[in-house]
């Protein structure tokens, strides 16, 4: 299953990182702390839609764009049954081949809580989730 916190929090680290601001700069900005912004970010704590409009402010993009990444990023998901779910040694390896020639998929595990999937569509698409 698909934590809708955890894919909201990723969308707003990679658009933090991509502008190559910090934590602190864009809770400043947001009015929050930077301890609750981190836990959002990383999938541990849910935000309202009052503070989700705030942060998207702060790093200068509108809610709806957000929300259209992310609602992607779940359609994605839900199409590949059994990927994000938790898996053993085993499994890993079957899902790291192509499936159907249309999609590969490949996990790094980085700890027993957190593994990274990557898949790559034929359209050399690379959409990158953690788990």
Known sequence: ????????????????????????????????SLG???EIERGQKEA?????????DALGARLSELLGEVSSTLSLAEGMEGVLVPVDAESVKSQSKPVDGDVSVSVRRESPLKAT????????RDVVYAA
């Open 1 to 32: 299953m698909v934590l809708l916190r955890r894919v909201i929090g990723d969308a707003l680290r990679a658009r933090r990182q991509g502008q190559h601001r910090t934590l602190r700069e864009v809770s400043t900005a947001a009015n929050v």
């Open 36 to 38: 609750y912004l981190s």
């Open 48 to 56: 309202s839609s009052e503070l989700l409009a705030a942060i998207c």
């Open 117 to 124: 999937l990557h898949a790559t569509r034929k359209p050399q």
